[in-house]
């Protein structure tokens, strides 16, 4: 009697484990126009468990945006070619970040047109040393944020985005200042991907990615995008976060 308890307890256990982690993955599919003009289905798995998001088009072929938490707001579906995802990834304590990714797909292989981010805001009140603060001037807040726009010219995918920034802060009110303007962004054909700029790379990089390297450029040119204090590069079909002088550090599209 003993035994079947403890059988049934774990039967249970296991369901309820499984169901857990089934109501973590939510699957959706979309179907839209490929850059080749033919209807294409893509698949998207959003896994909260393994936080990723991956694409899977009707060919097999796979794309994964990671550090995926959650999304912002629905997936859309953007001038019938590109799938715009909204989405939240780890930040610091008391920092939000949110980063906007561009998957299309051009004879059933799919690319990450771009993948940025487009929203990053904390509010500080606190302070190690309550009594200096007694009238509460430490309370600084940063918001920054980019609202997309794409329309099909009559020559080339055109995308816009407006780029707003604003500082707040009590004890420095010098600081204080909110700024807006409007990003053009370039579609290039070749490489399926959306840049504000072209940059040529010259001398020794360190690339941070799963297999860490030096490499050296000589001059080659590579479609940018440049927001704020990021930079996001497109090298060999590649997205990397260019900082500070000669670092960069890939965003990976890996699934495995």
């Known amino acids: 009697m003993r035994n079947i308890f403890i059988l049934i307890f774990t039967t249970a256990l296991t369901f309820i484990s499984t169901n857990a982690i089934s109501q973590t993955i939510e699957k959706l599919s979309f179907t839209l126009s490929s850059l080749s003009n033919e209807s294409a289905k ?71 047109a771009l993948d940025v981010l487009s929203t990053e805001s904390y509010v500080f009140k606190d302070t190690y040393n309550k009594a200096a603060d007694s009238l509460e001037l ?31 802060s009590k004890h420095n009110k010098k600081n204080n200042y909110e700024k807006k303007d409007t990003l053009k962004f370039y579609f290039d054909e070749k490489n399926k991907v959306f840049y504000t700029k072209s940059v040529s790379l ?33 090298i060999d079909k590649v997205w990397y976060n260019k900082v500070h002088d000669n670092n960069l550090i890939e965003i990976s599209s890996s699934c495995e």
């Open 138 to 168: 430490y309370d600084e807040s940063s918001i920054y944020t980019l609202k997309f726009n794409l329309r099909n010219g009559k020559q080339n995918f055109q995308l816009s985005a407006i780029q707003h920034e604003k500082v707040k």
């Open 202 to 234: 010259k001398g020794n990089y360190k690339i941070e990615s799963a297999k860490n390297k030096q490499r050296v450029f000589k001059g080659e040119k590579y479609p940018l995008t440049n927001l704020r204090d990021n930079e996001y590069i497109f």
């Open 42 to 112: 893509v698949n998207v798995e959003l896994d909260n468990v393994n936080e990723r998001i991956t694409f899977t088009s009707n060919s097999k072929e796979k794309l994964c945006i990671n550090g995926y938490r959650d999304l912002v707001e629905n997936i859309k579906i953007l001038d019938d070619k590109f799938i715009a995802v909204h989405y939240i990834v780890r930040g610091g304590t008391g920092v939000k970040i949110r980063m906007t990714a561009l998957v299309c797909i051009s004879k059933g292989k799919l690319y990450k």
